[in-house]
Structure formats: structure tokens, C-alpha cells
């Protein structure tokens, strides 16, 4: 089935998509909660907006560099990192909604998984122009060191 | 041509982020001109801004969740389920601008719809994964379900 | 190699991608500095804080359709528009954060590069029905105008 081949190479990716969907669903309903007690404390409402806010501007971005990494080089450690970052994603949102005396964390998390996919798809693309210049293809060392780089994202 | 046969498999999706896009730019537009009256009514450009955030902010998802529901399964059923989340939109947008006094709709919409296209890329998921353990394809049973069900999301 | 095919016609989309997840970190950085200096300008954290939300609000709409051109017709006019884009985005974050007494530029932009872009998809998805019905395929034709009207996009 030609089909089913398309699936073989993406299938991770999309099962992390999936999750990332029902977080985003989480996260809004969080925010649609609050709006409703919105009388009672404009301030809690303010906190999980913004929370809310921060995580969908990063959204669009993480998706593209996850998919990218994902399709040039090697899904496994893309899909992996991508579960690491959900999690990233689900402390930052908890830690923006806690006391109010705590400070809030800032507008960025997850710079080091966006870091290590960018990182992948530039080394796919450098590995797909040596292929076509040089007719050499390292693509099984790469893989090799990228599936073992990134269980470096495990460290805290 | 091999470039056609890529095209055959999205087209439809194609054509329903074209429009897509182009809801976009009119939301876009609505918020340009109630920013140049800002002096004459705040409340009404806030009303239209927020509307237009609350779009802005589920569309990446929807986009991704389409995309990846028509990829893996069906791309026919995806591209209607998409469409018809492109009116709920339009609905939802229309009745936020509404009259001041009515309550304004939550923040969450389309969640049928959303959910029907996740189980869309589940269940081609699972399919994927039955074709390769097992070796049997229930494909075109699974399509032929999913064209009825996409029918489903006409009910009000 | 079967998985370097698939890069081939996407490896300049993949490096525009890359370029403007790049930028954005860039604006999302200048949020964050900016996030820390509130207590001594509120004006500038609004302005910037603002610029980037109205590039983030434009970015999926971006990029779903630079990859929906790239992919359906030809990537490399694809890529160059996705190029320009950026560049003017770039302009545009810039000019938000001028003088303050200097009038912000509106809340669209870019608008040329989209249409140009909507444009390809149209063209692309047009070409691909001619070639089903009729089995006249124009995609070289179309490519070579296409090539020539993104220089276009460089006039002021």
C-alpha cells in the first residue's frame, strides 16, 4: 500500500501532534474556566491568559522545526524531543499559574529542544546537498548520533 | 509526472487552507479598520481583536490536525470536516461583533470538529500499525466508515 | 536513497523555515529583555510585546501557505517569496518600535507576498485538475513564469 508508506515515516510525528492538540484543548479549557469565574479574581484569569498566550506563540514554531527535523533526517529522536518539550510545556504552564508571590518564568522555555531539532534539520539538509554533490551519504552515522544526542535532552 | 501525485493526495486540503487563508486575512482586515476608528469605540475593537485572537490562537492546531488527518487516512472526509469548521469559525466570529448587552461566546469552538480529525489520524495510525504487525489493511473499510461519519458533523 | 528524494523538494523550504524560526526566537528574546526593563518603560514593553504578537498572529497563516506553493507547484520561488517575506516582517518589527511619536504601521503585512503565494497554490492545485481531465500537463510553462513574476516581489 503506497499509502501505508507515507504513514511508516510520519507516524510518530503525528502520534506527538496528537498530544500536543490535547494539551492545547487543556490549556484552553483552563483558560475558559477562569473566564467564567473571571468576577471573582482578575488576576488568576490574567495568569492562565498569559500562560495560555505564551504557549500558543511558540506553538506554530515548534510544530514547523519539529516536522522539518522529523521528515529530513530520522522521526524517532524528532517525535522524542517533541514529548520532551510537551512536558517543558506542561511545568511551564503549572509554574505560571502558581502563588502569586512566586515570579512568574519568562516569555521563553524550550530554547534547548528547539535548539537540537533546528540542529537536525540543518544537518539533514547539509546531508542531503553532500548526497547530491558528493554522491555521499552519512545518513545512518547521523541517525546513529542523533538518536543517542538526544537522550542528552533527558539531563535537567 | 511524480510532482502531480504528491498533488493528487492534498489537493483538496489545499484548497481548504487556501480558504482558510483568506478568512484569515478578512478577520485581518476587520481588525485594521476598527484599529483606525479605536477613537470612536474602544469596545468595539477590543470585541473585534479578541475574536479575532481566539481565531488566531486554535489555528495552528486545527491546521495541524487536518493536515495530519488527511495525510494518514482520507483526505476527502479531512477537507470537509475542515470546511465545515471554516463556518463554525465564521459563526463564532460574527457573533462575537455582535450587540454589546449579549454575552460573548466562550473561548473554545469547533471541539466536535476537532475531535472528529483526531480520531481521524488515530484511527489511520492504528491502521498503519495493524498493516505492519499484522499485514492485514482494513483501509478502505475505515474510509468508506469515515465518509458516513464526516456527514455526522453536518447535525447542529 | 528514497528518504533523500523527499528532501529534494523541500530542502529551500526547509531552510526558510529554519530562518524564520531563527527570527522568531529573535522577537521572542526581544520580548523577554524587555519583559525584565518593565518597571522603567511600560511604552516600549507594549510596543514590542505587541509587534511580535501581530508577526506571531500572521506566522501559520505564512507559513501553511509558502509550503502549500512550494509544494504543489515549485519550491523554489516558494522559498525566495518565504525570503522577502521575512524581510519585510523584519522591516515591520523594526518600524513598530520606533519613535513613539511616530504612527505604528497597521496591523497587516506583507500582503503582496501572500497573495503572490495564494497565487501558486491556485495555479498549482489548476494545474494539477488539467492534468487529470485532460492529461495536458503545463507544469514546466508554469514554473518558468512563475520564476520570473517572484522577481516582482522586489519592487518596492
Known sequence: MESCKVVENIYLLVIVTLIS???NVFFAQKVERECKNRNMSTSAFERVSCANRNCMDAYPTFL????CAGVCLSQAPAAFAGIIYLLVRQKYFIGYLGQSSQSTPGYLF??????????????GVFNYLLWRYYGS????YVETITNAASALLLLP
Chains 1, 2, 3 share one sequence.
Open 64 to 67: 514547523a522545526v519539529m516536522w
Open 110 to 123: 524550550g530554547k534547548r529542544i528547539i535548539s537540537f531539532l533546528s540542529l537536525m534539520c540543518i544537518v
Open 21 to 23: 492538540v490535547l494539551q
Open 137 to 140: 551519504d552519512y545518513k545512518e
